[in-house]
């Protein structure tokens, strides 16, 4: 056990840590029971992982998880959002590169994050962001456990599991010829899917309570809860921005609250809810998301960093899906 805590202090300091387990997992519907349950018997083999789900719904969240449920939970967990670096630089900061590879280049070269993860788990967020030059790289390594930095004529031989996140439509990306699919298939051996929070009703007010008590402590705050009217808003709303929306909402309203319990004066952005169809029927989810992201942007004045912000999604989402 010695052994052990020292190495998680040792990974603690290095930054390649897998923090949470999946008994973090607030929960109680059977969508996100059933996705745990899968994630569970998936996580004790090295078959690749793909999680699927909207932005904000916790995916990362589930990728530490399964690292921390498997046989290399004592090893590095590496994780990278593909979307939030430009392409030139993805390759050299997956694969690391040579002294002198490029003007910008450090003097001593750097060691790729595939190497920081050496006998551990890399977690690529937003796979389908990586260019097509990428994506060979990357089949590479997954099939021949090898890796070759940039400007190097040297291969380096890696132990690394690969678990990957996305949101967007990898099979469309396979028709347009932007995503590769025999790397699709290779990063696919087990598919997991993030249901939305709006489809997971049960668990909506434990996330907002939680929320509510991380909030507490960083505002020193000490609100109790939510009102009626303020809890049905919750449920009611459609949560386009899935958890993170929400923590930021709660996050808002902790700020702003005067007594000891959240209002639906506080929760301004819940007060106009989706209404159904003209046939009295739920709208569908692209219609509904398409009328959360207009009235996103009406609200913000048409200021698109704003609106992505009060969606509780990335910047580059928003503008996919306006797209």
Not at 246 to 272: F, G, P
Request: proline share 3%; charged share 25%.
């Amino acid at each position: 056990r010695d052994t052990e805590n020292n190495l998680t202090q040792q990974l603690q300091r290095s930054g390649f840590y897998a923090k949470y387990h999946f008994k973090d997992m607030i929960h109680c519907s059977s969508s996100m029971q059933n996705c745990i349950a899968i994630a569970k018997k998936a996580a004790p083999s090295d078959h690749t992982v793909l999680i699927r789900g909207e932005s904000g719904t916790g995916k990362e969240l589930l990728a530490q998880s399964i690292h921390n449920f498997s046989n290399r939970k004592n090893q590095p967990f590496v994780a990278i959002n593909c979307a939030a670096l430009p392409e030139a630089l993805l390759e050299s900061e997956l694969f690391g590169y040579e002294a002198g590879s490029f003007t910008v280049a450090q003097k001593n070269g750097k060691i790729g994050l595939f190497e920081h993860a050496q006998h551990g788990t890399i977690f690529l967020d937003e796979i389908g962001n990586l260019s097509y030059e990428v994506q060979i790289q990357l089949l590479r390594a997954l099939q021949e456990r090898k890796i070759r930095p940039v400007g190097s004529n040297k291969e380096i031989q890696v132990d690394v599991r690969l678990v990957s996140a996305t949101n967007e439509n990898l099979e469309q990306a396979i028709e347009k010829g932007t995503f590769r699919e025999d790397l699709y298939h290779r990063i696919n051996e087990f598919t997991l899917r993030m249901p939305q929070l709006k489809d997971r009703r049960e668990d909506i007010l434990l996330f907002a309570n939680f929320f509510l008590d991380q909030a507490n402590r960083e505002l020193d705050k000490h609100l109790i809860g939510f009102d009626e009217k303020a809890s049905k808003a919750l449920l009611e709303y459609q949560w386009p921005g899935n958890l993170r929306q929400m923590k930021n909402i709660v996050r808002r309203a902790t700020l702003l609250a005067q007594d000891k319990l959240i209002t639906l004066n506080e929760l301004s952005e819940l007060k106009s809810p989706v209404a159904p169809s003209a046939a009295g029927m739920p709208l569908r989810n692209e219609e509904t998301e398409k009328q959360q992201i207009i009235e996103a942007l009406k609200q913000t004045g048409y200021n698109k960093s704003r609106a992505a912000q009060l969606l509780g999604i990335d910047r580059k989402t928003l503008y996919n899906k306006l797209k």
